[in-house]
């Protein structure tokens, strides 16, 4: 059977979009960090699991750690502090 789907929604927020998601509007494409607890609740469910392949997170590269400009060193802190949010936003 083939779906075509109808209309569209578009989202500028992920809480908007996961919640869409949960109501049934469509699929998401998301990081795991994020959906987490919904797919352990059975609120959402993953899909295309032939083509999933976990990953450990985000990688931020940087030349060296000499001389670092401010902006990326806040801007580290910055992700390290939001990772660590959703971490206990999941857990």
């Given at each position: 059977m083939i779906f075509e789907p109808k209309g569209n929604a578009v989202f500028n927020d992920d809480a908007s979009m996961l919640?869409?998601?949960m109501?049934?509007?469509?699929l998401i494409k998301h990081l795991d960090l994020w959906v987490v607890k919904q797919l352990r609740e059975g609120k959402l469910e993953r899909v295309l699991t032939k083509w999933y392949s976990?990953?450990?997170g985000f990688y931020l590269y940087n030349p060296s750690r000499e001389n670092m400009p401010r902006k990326i060193r806040v801007f580290m802190d910055f992700l390290i502090e939001k990772r660590e949010l959703l971490k206990r936003h999941q857990g």
């Open positions: 919640q869409a998601a109501q049934g509007v469509g976990p990953s450990p």
